[in-house]
């Protein structure tokens, strides 16, 4: 579906998106490895996700991670599908419900469906709004999310 | 305003916020080391962030941190205050609108005010919903953005 | 070229190469911070690689990045294309030449072009053979290289 | 005890300790992956850390994490508690003695004592000096150690 | 066998290495952090790698490490054990055969037997080609590898 | 003067070390990466090593590398002479006196001198002391430490 150029991939454009369509990722396993990263690097060090006796008396038992990995780790996801490459212009809005939690060993899975298309001429394309969900390896769905992005239009001498 | 106790330092329980309340956060230069690491550790390799030929003919014209880092960041500077800290019980909920890019250098400094308040009794405490705001070094508001998060009550023995 | 299913992404099958095809990938910047992060990671700390004072009487004149990043993040380049998604069975061999070293804040893309295949039915698929070439943001060569992967065979069912 | 001010958080200036104050941190796991990034990060692959059948024939039976692990999450664990936002200039000694290994999966917890206090106006604030104790979660105390910190005086404007 | 000197330590020149020497390195032991922050860096996001769920249908049954971690460890380990210290020149050729891979949890070491020397008095030393065995804590030979060094010649008023 | 036997390096026995006996490392240029990685890693958020603004108005002027970092790349870069491999039997007291910033860019050598001996046989080996001077790329010291380690007594086998 995307395009392998001579001058690289080449996701989709715009006019190129439809209402409904839906794109499945690959899995990636979260590990223990991954959220000791995250909690680094971002530097949200929450007893949740660092401490494990902490843990073991709190209402979820054990370690679980961030609510925004899993959301960024979505993302990422989803770029790696080759849609967005190069086609994407700027990433304008987030909405995140956080249901149920991904522990250690969790492999998660994103399913993004097109909800809504809304042309933006003036900036050079238009707003793609996708519904996603993270799924685990359970099938559950762990946290619903909304992404718009701005995608590019496709050039008028390709059309 | 948080309490260092003999058990630790100890957040605020829900009943200790207050609509209006406003907290400020360190700053936190983003530098291109951490555009590296969050790009690689999320998998969002889109070149807008990892390809500095391809950015000097983007809008933007040069690399610029992913809005994942931007909010994952706040969320992390805001954790460190330590209102937060052992009194969280859950993230809920995530809405975010990115506007200004934020750029190899910048410093980022998050004000976060309570919004509203809402008690959930039946999870052991409430909703609190603060307001986002993620400034760079120059005071231009970047993100927006809207956190939901359940928050303890104060143990009653101790009311 | 790669499918997006409903079961996530699929690469090519063995039958579905061909001779002569080639495979432009995304650009990546070769930045300080990813230096630092291979040559930790991977323990060579060659000081030609993590020691500025050094460098600067060496025959180069500056930090270079490692042979085994340059190569290292070509596979990985190679791989985000999505062509081996859920496709390739194993990595079988390689062969590089290092010419041209990479300075920090190069921009390297590669250009992999199928040389040759070998069924090899007994093993589930066929050898698919690539040569790689990491090209740097002045259009030079710097590392010619040669992969044998283990491609899987179309399942018949399919076919 | 730290104070969230308009202007971000605020640790406590030199005059605002008081010998034989007592602040307990956080806990943090220390896993796997913290030994490997440690462990990689400053180049120190002493087997003890890093190889796990090295390890089997060796005092201690399994990797353990490094002595400047210990030391080095545990100030910054203590940063983390906010006493020292903003009100540090500099960090002037150290020593420390380690008697009981950390293994993979043990948290640890910071004690750390205000020891002595001494005045050093011509630097802007005085000398801390805090014990700390680094105790893992059956309560034992794996590392003593001793850190020296300049911190500010409070401005006179405000006192 | 390699030197302590003031300027600090000192590899072999070209002219001290012998056909048919044999170093032996430390051993490493390749942990889940080891393939998540390789896999993450490189950006091979392969499932291979990285989806746990995956791999337990797949031949293998298990995650296993990439191909390119094994041969840019045992480069790193090589180069640790210091004969290469500031006399190294160049790193011009690799080849690598894989045949059985690593697992988590698996230690390996490296034998590097020097096989053929070639001067090379125009680029100020010679080639020293070495064969590279990566050895699992089973004894098995899990990929062999040839790399090919361009190494200083002894200065001469040292001689 | 370190050993490469049959089963990898072998460093130096408590009977081969002489009081008076001095040993120089490599050099190891200190990125902005490296702060980024440490500050994260342990926890330490200290806007001297994290915020470029702060910096502005702060004694310094700019961002300094933690203390904790000098001293821990220090002992990475004495193991990685070799001298202490599969010797070591433990890491037992540390001091350290903090003088001069490392700023981004500097690159650090060390020096480690050969203090005190004291036998322990009953451990299994004698304790080395070292002094430990930690030098930039001007020749000034910019941290002195003191190291204890246990190092294992010659097999009487070999003696």
Redesign the interface.
């Known amino acids: ?9 080449l996701g989709l454009y715009y006019e190129e998106f439809d209402v409904g369509q ?8 979260v ?4 959220i ?3 909690g ?9 996700h ?5 843990c073991k008396t709190s ?1 979820m038992g054990k ?1 679980v991670a ?3 990995l899993g ?3 979505a ?3 989803l ?8 086609t ?11 249901s149920v939690p991904i522990f250690i ?1 969790d ?1 998660i ?1 994103i399913k993004a469906t097109v909800k809504e298309k809304k042309d933006a001429a003036r900036l ?1 394309g238009g707003m793609v709004k996708f519904d996603l969900r993270i799924i685990n ?1 359970e099938g559950k769905t762990i946290t619903k999310a909304g992404i718009t992005l701005l995608m590019a239009s496709k050039p008028t001498d390709e059309a």
């Open positions: 579906m995307t395009a392998l150029t001579e001058n690289g991939p839906m794109l499945v990722t690959r899995g990636r396993t590990t223990e490895a991954d000791v990263q995250f680094t690097l971002t530097g949200d060090f929450n007893p949740m660092m401490d494990a006796e902490y209402f370690r961030h609510g925004m959301i960024s780790y993302i990422g996801q770029y790696q599908l080759g849609v967005l490459d190069g994407i212009l700027a990433f304008r809005e987030l909405e995140a419900k956080f060993g492999t899975t050079g390896q």
